[in-house]
């Protein structure tokens, strides 16, 4: 079992900056592959970006240049930096990880982008 816990979220000024992290804890050694998917009210969830525990990223093709993401390979901890941030980005994150050929999700950390 892995249990991920999103933090971070908040709300934020357009052209602001957040940044989310996330926690893996559970019975795990090393999650290959961690990332972010956001989903905004009406619509289907996203992929933002992930990252493989050898630092191969990917993301959306959208967001490439305002959003980085990293983790900490030694506390299982993922983060996202999200920059120039636009109304169209307010969504709920999660969290996200694959292990043993299962999917797990994050509550879900709630962004607001507004004036």
């Known amino acids: 079992q892995v249990q991920l816990v999103e933090s971070g979220g908040g709300l934020v000024q357009p052209g602001g900056s957040l940044r989310l992290s996330c926690a893996a804890s559970g019975t795990i050694f090393r999650l290959y592959v961690m990332g972010w998917y956001r989903q905004a009210p009406g619509k289907q969830r996203e992929l933002v970006a992930t990252?493989?525990?050898?630092?191969?990223?990917n993301y959306a093709d959208s967001l490439k240049g305002r959003f980085t993401i990293s983790r900490d390979n030694f506390k299982n901890t993922v983060y996202l930096q999200m920059n120039s941030l636009k109304p169209e980005d307010t969504a709920t994150y999660y969290c996200?990880?694959?292990?043993?050929?299962?999917?797990?999700w994050g509550q879900g950390t709630q962004v607001t982008v507004s004036s």
């Open positions: 996200y990880t694959n292990f043993h050929a299962r999917d797990y």
């Open positions: 990252v493989t525990s050898g630092g191969t990223t």
